[in-house]
Antibody, heavy 116, light 106 residues
Framework: QVHLQQWGAGLLKPSETLSLTCGVY????????WSWIRQSPEKGLEWIGE???????SRSPSFKSRVTLSVDKSRRQFSLRLRSVTAADTGVFFC???????????WGQGTLVTVS | EIILTQSPATLSLSPGERATLSCRAS??????LGWYQQRPGQAPRLLIY???NRATGIPARFSGSGSGTDFTLTISSLEAEDFATYYC?????????FGQGTRLEI
């Protein structure tokens, strides 16, 4: 059974870099893309981007200039870095598996990130 | 960017009733639409993919329909655990967008 476990700092100051990592358990790591999604009361669910084990990436235009996605195949982990955060970046960040057809069919537990 | 508009924003029903939720796309997306359920404090869960296919383990009371720009999620007979927020999602040219959600309340 697939399980995604995510971790990272939950409190940041403006201008700092958000860094989150997601570990993949019980699933092939090479057969899927892996994505990040943010949820906030103001904007709802926002897709940030996704990455494959071969480091093919796609990023939302809304985040593209500030986002770095990376993958560590040997550890079965993928990571998100979001630079120059502001209060508007406050929200719950989820990692997810992108299944066939491009739908997020497994999700991490979410990490609340507060920028203050 | 394709915009998804969900209606209504809030739907108030009772257990046993039928729920009909709508999602409209700003341009045609064929059948490339998913539906998710999110309960408070939890991550979203995939219910329906490609507009009408139930994801693994999803009960038969959930069904999806539609194509092009207009889509519907139907819950045939509401159970207590179905009261949650529902989101539609599309993927077009490697960019994903979500609707703003419909809150289904008792």
């Amino acid at each position: 059974q697939v399980h995604l476990q995510q971790w990272g700092a939950g409190l940041l100051k403006p201008s700092e870099t958000l860094s989150l990592t997601c570990g993949v358990y019980g699933s092939s790591f090479t057969d899927y893309y892996w994505s990040w999604i943010r949820q906030s009361p103001e904007k709802g669910l926002e897709w940030i981007g996704e990455i494959s084990h071969t480091r093919n990436t796609s990023r939302s235009p809304s985040f593209k200039s500030r986002v770095t996605l990376s993958v560590d195949k040997s550890r079965r982990q993928f990571s998100l870095r979001l630079r120059s955060v502001t209060a508007a970046d406050t929200g719950v960040f989820f990692c997810a598996r992108v299944g066939g057809g491009g739908y997020e069919d497994a999700w991490g537990q979410g990490t609340l990130v507060t920028v203050s | 960017e394709i915009i998804l508009t969900q209606s209504p924003a809030t739907l108030s029903l009772s257990p046993g009733e039928r729920a009909t939720l709508s999602c409209r796309a700003s341009q045609s997306i064929s059948n490339y639409l998913g539906w998710y359920q999110q309960r408070p404090g939890q991550a979203p869960r995939l219910l329906i993919y490609d507009a009408s296919n139930r994801a693994t383990g999803i009960p038969a009371r959930f069904s999806g329909s539609g194509s092009g720009t207009d889509f519907t999620l139907t819950i045939s007979s509401l159970e207590a655990e179905d009261f949650a927020t529902y989101y539609c999602q599309q993927r077009d040219n490697w960019v994903v967008t979500f609707g703003q959600g419909t809150r289904l309340e008792i």
